[in-house]
């Protein structure tokens, strides 16, 4: 049976039977043809063996070649859509071992006839703040398909890069390197829905299927599931192993606010962060037992630990609780998954058991790319900066216009002094999300690595974020010799809560050359378990304490390096 299936997958006997068929026709003009031209009936029996030799080579070419839409390939130069190619991937221990069904995929994939992006889908209701029900409505049916190992999907950010905007469905392919697209639309009114879904071929805009749905919300988790079903179908994915996920169930109106708390998540803002919290307690309250609801309540309290928003140590506390809920409920969702992992090492309370919590997480989701982030930012802790940029290219790879993944990449590229490509990682995020928290702090820290100080100035002068930018500042104006300037930035940037900066405050006064105070600030830095100390082996910033006793004590104390 597996035979069989590998000969439909490589279309030999779709090409048998089209050489059948083509011979037969052939024979039939040329019969017509050579008796006209009064061709002794050797001719006829000439263009018959002809045909037969050309049988087997038409097998065998199929067999070793697929149609794809950048051309003819070689099957073996083709990424497979089994999810067990013999390439190899990085593991989280640095070693590298022969790539598992639901391992990671090689950076450079191209767009074979099992890869697809889901559009968001329009929203029809006449309630225009139902918006949010049919893009959250789109992302469940892109994360139900993300879950089939044979098949590509691309990532949220990057499909929905494109809502609003008059593209045709053949450029929007191109962009994102895939076969098909699927897109539709809501109706919502009331308690009921009407969804129409459309699963479109990016070579020639045709549709490989569409649907109508007329339903009562409570019936959505139905609706999601066969639309999975029918694309899985159109797709051949069965073929390879793969069938259709199912959908996580809830109460609809608890549903309604998860929806409306993953909509808000999304803006990556400090009032989008209070907002999507507000939803999730909503559905929560609800519906306690939805464990992805836990999952993005643990994320977002992260979220906003990690700028500043809130109180550190609180929300890192509410981080870890709610992800601990949520796989209490769930154990198989991967981002509470890898969250909590990377929180133990970070943490130093469970080093070994962080570790299998991400390897976890890479298996269950290796195209999910807030997963494929915390891997690399695990690794820059162990100074494995080519692991690090390698988890950030598949990420890249998954979700090709995210400013996340952009930002990930663009901060390794830059502790590995990979200044050129750091620069335009960076310069990509903020044309693709100019409002990016650390976006322009970031850029900055590059150009002064680059000696550019006044450039790195008006970087650090648009940063949005308060602490960032003081921070920034602090730095720039220390660069240019403007000190009183710098001691000024510096002085704000100490008012604030000093849990959660301690790190920035130790990379300051580092780079301005105050080694003592430095040091003093990096312990307190991790005894706060500052997120900041997965940085400081590789953190050009802190060069200037390389050189002294305490550095190496300080990092093996703490880890710090593999």
Known sequence: MRFLAELRRRKVIQTAVLYVVASWALLQ?????????????????????LLVIGFPLALMLSWMH???????????????NRGDPAAET???????????????????????????AVLPFTNMSEDKTNEYFADGL?????????????????????????????????????????????????????????????????????????????????????????????VVGELEIKLLGGTAPKSRHTEPR??????????????????????????????????????????????????????????????????RAASEKALALDPDQAEPLSLLGMLDLMENCDADGGMRRLGRAL???????????????????????????????????????????????????????????????????????????SGYYNLGRILLARNNASAALAAMQQEESPFWRLTGLALAHHALGQHAESDE????????????????????????????????WLDRAAETHDSGLSNASVDPLLKALHSDSRWGAFLSKHSLTS
């Open 138 to 230: 789109s992302e469940e049916l892109l994360n139900l398909l993300s879950r089939i190992p044979a098949l590509r999907v691309v990532a949220r950010t990057s499909s929905f890069s494109f809502k609003g905007r008059s593209v045709s469905a053949d450029a929007i392919a191109r962009e994102l390197n895939v076969a098909h697209l699927l897109e539709g639309s809501v109706r919502k009114a009331g308690s009921r829905i009407r969804i129409t879904a459309q699963l479109i071929r990016a070579t020639d805009s045709s549709h490989a299927w569409s649907q109508s749905f007329d339903r009562d919300l409570s019936d959505i988790f139905a609706v999601q599931d066969e639309i999975a079903a029918a």
């Open 29 to 49: 003009v040329a019969e017509l043809l050579l008796d006209m031209m009064e061709v002794p009936k050797w001719g006829l029996k000439l263009v018959f063996v």
């Open 489 to 520: 930035a510096l002085a704000e940037l100490n008012k604030l809560d000093p849990v959660g900066i301690a790190y920035q405050l130790a990379e300051v006064y580092a780079y301005r050359g105050e080694i003592a105070l430095a040091f003093e």
């Open 90 to 116: 990085l593991t989280l221990d640095g070693t590298s071992a022969p790539r598992p069904r639901s391992g990671l995929v090689p950076a450079s994939v191209t767009a074979t006839d099992h890869s697809i």
């Open 363 to 437: 298996q269950l989701e290796p195209h999910n790319q807030r997963v494929l982030a915390r891997a690399a930012h695990v690794a820059t802790r162990r100074g494995r900066l080519d692991e690090a940029i390698q988890y950030g290219k598949q990420a890249l790879n998954w979700d090709p216009l995210s400013p996340n993944v952009h930002a990930v990449l663009g901060v390794t590229y830059y502790y590995a002094g990979r200044l050129d490509e750091a620069e335009a990682m960076r310069r990509k995020l903020l044309a693709l999300s100019p409002g990016w928290l």
């Open 66 to 80: 697929q149609i794809t839409p950048q051309g003819l390939r070689r099957e073996v130069d083709t990424p497979s």
């Open 254 to 319: 608890a549903y309604a606010h998860y929806l409306q708390g993953r909509h808000f998540f999304e803006l990556q803002s400090a009032t989008g962060y209070e907002q999507a919290i507000e939803a999730l307690d909503s559905a929560i309250a609800i519906d306690p037992g939805f464990g992805p609801a836990w999952a993005m309540l643990g994320a977002l309290y992260w979220g906003q630990a990690n700028n500043s928003l809130i109180d550190y140590e609180e929300g890192s506390r509410k981080a």
